[in-house]
């Protein structure tokens, strides 16, 4: 995930309000691989053969190739491609829409509403991460169990159990808790890796390691104290 995202988008912030004023559970899902699944572009797409694959081509098939004669076409979306993300857009909107007959808001086309056996069903898309929240976990897992069937998709359920803070769940860069009560969006974990990741985790021993801080030290107090 990236963790940029950590603060909920309106559309995400849409989505938990909904789950909780309609007192569903929401249980997430990833597709692997999701440009790799997805069809190639309109306009046919080549990559030059670099040495790499010539030695993987000699050794798999005993041969040389020659790079100045040949190219290998690109059959399907291609991570850093400019259209990859339009295409799996259009891919997993089929899926969703034409087949699922999900309807997504105008607005906020990554928000999705439908029915699975008879239940009603809120879609939350982030690119390939997905927020299914619905009465009944049984009809989430058979909503993602469909879309597995099309688009390899793995269930992430509804998190790990956590004494008083519910069901804890990492979704597209941020902590979602669930309780009986209430549900939490939190960026605990986004805090903390950016600490890490700064080498903030503990406080400066130094004055000259304080000085190297592009934080004040007000700032980093504050981020130390910070709790969910």
Excluded at 31 to 57: G, L
Excluded at 154 to 171: A, R, T
Excluded at 175 to 184: E, G, I, M, S
Aim: glycine fraction near 4%; charged fraction near 25%; aromatic fraction near 10%.
């Amino acid at each position: 995930d990236t963790y940029a995202s950590c603060i909920a988008t309106p559309c995400m912030r849409m989505f938990f309000a909904l789950s909780a004023a309609l007192n569903y559970t929401i249980t997430v899902a990833d597709t692997s691989n999701a440009f790799q699944q997805s069809p190639p572009p309109a306009i046919p797409r080549y990559m030059e053969i670099d040495e790499s694959y010539r030695d993987w081509y000699r050794e798999q098939y005993k041969t040389d190739i020659d790079p100045a004669l040949y190219v290998i076409p690109v059959k399907r979306a291609l991570q850093g491609d400019p259209s990859a993300g339009f295409q799996w857009e259009q891919y997993i909107n089929k899926i969703l829409i034409e087949e699922l007959a999900f309807k997504n808001t105008t607005h906020e086309r990554n928000l999705y509403r439908g029915k699975v056996n008879g239940s009603d069903v809120l879609v939350c898309r982030q690119v390939d991460d997905f927020a299914c929240a619905s009465a009944d976990p049984a009809v989430a897992d058979a909503l993602i169990d469909m879309i597995n069937k099309r688009v390899t998709t793995e269930s992430k359920g509804m998190g790990v159990f956590v004494l008083k803070k519910g069901h804890h769940l990492p979704y597209n860069g941020i902590d979602l808790y669930q309780t009986r009560d209430y549900v939490k969006v939190a960026c605990d974990t986004y805090i903390r890796r950016l600490l890490q990741t700064h080498d903030w985790l503990e406080p400066a021993s130094s004055k000259e390691e304080s000085d190297a801080s592009p934080i004040t030290d007000d700032a980093a107090k504050t981020l130390y104290g910070l709790r969910g």
